[in-house]
């Protein structure tokens, strides 16, 4: 059957891409879960990482490919036969998968990277296809740095790389400094220069170093691209990557102008965008596009009268496209399991009997601390009820004294599942820094705290207010989040959470830690 030539294909890279920029990374269950809910929100190809990275990338390319159907699932690799053979191991489980190798083109990366002139690259970047298709049907090629290649040298590449055998060639703009109309004329030279570039499809792939990625992208695919390489949120190297939400958003609300599809399941970008930034700890901008808490909010008087005549008076999208519900009061403690299920699933999340009982459980007990529930603090139940690394230790009571001017004093009670049952007592600077203490005392683990946040979830002086902490352990980094309207419970409960992973993941080197933090045995990707 021939490609319909209106639909535009997504091509997801928040688990490489947007993974292995700082604080970003997961853990393998975390990237599980974010791959299924890729599969749901209907994206067309999932980038589950870059296999020859690490043991741990490797472990999780391998799982994504075993456990996610749906979308076609990708793994990166340089032109080199050890990182194409890895990932070819990783993804054959896969029912549909695609290789991805790339080669820097660029004049910078020729002289300065790689030493290595232009037949060089036109020959390796030709048997490295070669290599992949052997191993896989579906390879896409990237030129690195392609948008500050030369033109005439681009496509001597983009037309070898597609008579090796690759089936989608990528046109990165690595380092965000493209602009759209320049970047729209370099697609425009390809399709015009390039003998055989019917026999590929054009993808895009932009960073946001100048806040263009997204405009970029949409120009590329109005001069032919028929793949967008995104991630959820925008997150990435540096200042990140395409927005997924915004990029798919801004092709359904102009849909006359660009004529063009997508198969995202748009009313899913929400609750996708939420649990990703949940994962990562990286919050969502109020005055995000498309899925900021602001982004269908009205404050003025006169766009409120406007939108209470016709709410098209000032909006061009309605939130419930994208997934977000309009009712922001809603549950309270008199509200039954069955008001309280209703309310998770409009917001887009399932759960199991087993897991909406505990965080049913947890709602009730907020609910009778807090005068009013919103859809905030009914997601942020959701979200780190799913999340968090259960156990062994659990807080059982955590007791303050703090005056201005004096040193704080903390008494924290533990239980580990073993059945200990722990307390300890600690001074501080203030009350965080006590328990701290206290908790790194009664646990025995001490770690270094490299970052520190406090925000609230939602509006109110009840509001909860979210800890997350980052911390290292023995080489490697850790990061505990929790919720409360105590922020020092808050703070202490994120701890725990990195200590709990601590201890997992002595137990199985993978299960909690996130990455090494000494150097990574192979350079990753852009
Ligand atoms: O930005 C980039 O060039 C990349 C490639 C590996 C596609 O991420
Ligand atoms: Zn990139």
């Given at each position: 059957m021939a490609p319909n030539p209106d639909r535009v294909l997504i091509f997801d890279t928040t688990l490489r891409d947007g993974e292995q920029s700082p604080g970003c990374s997961m853990t393998q269950p975390e990237k599980l879960?974010?791959?299924?809910?890729?599969?749901?929100?209907?994206?067309?190809?999932?980038?589950?990482?870059?296999?020859?990275?690490?043991?741990?990338?490797?472990?999780?390319?391998?799982?994504?490919?075993?456990?996610?159907?749906g979308p076609i699932i990708c793994g990166l690799a340089r032109c080199a036969r050890e990182d194409i053979e890895l990932a070819a191991k990783a993804l054959r489980e896969a029912p549909r998968h695609r290789i991805h190798v790339?080669?820097?083109?660029?004049?910078?990366?020729?002289?300065?990277?790689?030493?290595?002139?232009?037949?060089?690259?036109?020959?390796?970047?030709?048997?490295?296809?070669?290599?992949?298709?052997d191993l896989c049907e579906d390879v896409e090629f990237s030129p690195e740095d392609a948008s500050r290649t030369e033109l005439d040298f681009l496509a001597q590449v983009v037309e070898a790389v597609i008579d090796a055998g690759a089936s989608t060639v990528n046109i990165p703009d690595t380092v965000g400094y493209t602009v759209p109309d320049e970047f729209g004329e370099l697609f425009r030279?390809?399709?015009?220069?390039?003998?055989?570039?019917?026999?590929?499809?054009?993808?895009?792939?932009?960073?946001?170093?100048?806040?263009?990625?997204?405009?970029?992208?949409?120009?590329?695919?109005?001069?032919?691209?028929?793949?967008?390489?995104?991630?959820?949120?925008?997150?990435?190297?540096?200042?990140?990557?395409?927005?997924?939400?915004?990029?798919?958003?801004?092709?359904?609300?102009?849909?006359?102008?660009f004529n063009l599809s997508t198969g995202v399941t748009t009313n899913r970008l929400y609750p996708t965008s939420r649990l990703v930034a949940s994962i990562t700890g990286q919050p969502i901008p109020r005055n995000k596009a498309v899925i900021g808490e602001?982004?269908?909010?009205?404050?003025?008087?006169?766009?409120?009268?406007?939108?209470?005549?016709?709410?098209?008076?000032?909006?061009?999208?309605?939130?419930?496209?994208?997934?977000?519900?309009?009712?922001?009061?809603v549950l309270g403690k008199h509200s039954g399991r069955h008001a309280f299920r209703e309310r998770v699933r409009e917001l887009g999340f399932e759960l199991?009997?087993?897991?909406?009982?505990?965080?049913?459980?947890?709602?009730?007990?907020?609910?009778?601390?807090?005068?009013?529930?919103?859809?905030?603090?009914?997601?942020?139940?959701?979200?780190?009820?799913?999340?968090?690394a259960h156990g062994p230790w659990s807080l059982q009571t955590l007791d303050i004294a703090a005056r201005s001017g004096t040193q704080a004093t903390?008494?924290?009670?533990?239980?580990?599942?073993?059945?200990?049952?722990?307390?300890?007592?600690?001074?501080?600077?203030?009350?965080?820094?006590?328990?701290?203490?206290?908790?790194?005392?009664?646990?025995?683990?001490?770690?270094?705290?490299?970052?520190?946040?406090?925000?609230?979830?939602?509006?109110?002086?009840?509001?909860?207010?979210?800890?997350?902490?980052?911390?290292?352990?023995?080489?490697?980094?850790?990061?505990g989040a929790s919720i409360s309207t105590n922020i020092i419970e808050a703070s202490g409960k994120a701890l725990l959470e990195v200590i709990n992973r601590i201890e997992l993941s002595q137990k199985s080197p993978r299960a909690g830690a996130e990455r090494r933090t000494d150097p990574q045995p192979v350079i990753r990707g852009n």
């Open positions: 879960r974010v791959a299924r809910a890729l599969a749901e929100l209907g994206v067309d190809i999932i980038e589950a990482g870059f296999p020859a990275a690490s043991r741990g990338d490797w472990d999780a390319v391998n799982a994504v490919a075993r456990e996610v159907s790339f080669l820097a083109t660029s004049a910078i990366h020729r002289q300065y990277k790689l030493n290595m002139a232009q037949d060089e690259i036109i020959r390796r970047a030709v048997e490295s296809v070669k290599m992949a298709r030279y390809l399709r015009k220069n390039v003998r055989n570039i019917d026999k590929a499809r054009l993808s895009v792939h932009c960073h946001d170093d100048l806040g263009m990625a997204v405009a970029n992208s949409l120009t590329a695919v109005v001069a032919g691209a028929r793949q967008i390489e995104c991630t959820i949120n925008g997150i990435g190297e540096r200042a990140g990557n395409c927005s997924l939400e915004e990029v798919v958003m801004a092709l359904k609300t102009r849909a006359q102008f602001n982004a269908f909010a009205h404050e003025a008087g006169i766009h409120q009268h406007g939108m209470l005549k016709h709410h098209s008076t000032y909006e061009i999208m309605r939130p419930e496209d994208v997934g977000l519900s309009r009712s922001s009061l199991d009997d087993l897991e909406l009982n505990r965080v049913f459980e947890e709602f009730k007990a907020l609910a009778d601390r807090k005068k009013e529930l919103f859809d905030g603090d009914i997601e942020a139940l959701v979200l780190r009820a799913a999340g968090s903390a008494t924290v009670k533990l239980q580990h599942a073993d059945g200990r049952v722990v307390e300890r007592q600690a001074d501080g600077d203030g009350p965080v820094d006590a328990t701290y203490k206290a908790i790194e005392q009664a646990t025995g683990i001490a770690v270094t705290v490299r970052k520190f946040e406090v925000h609230a979830v939602t509006i109110g002086e009840d509001a909860q207010g979210e800890a997350v902490v980052y911390a290292e352990f023995g080489g490697r980094s850790y990061r």
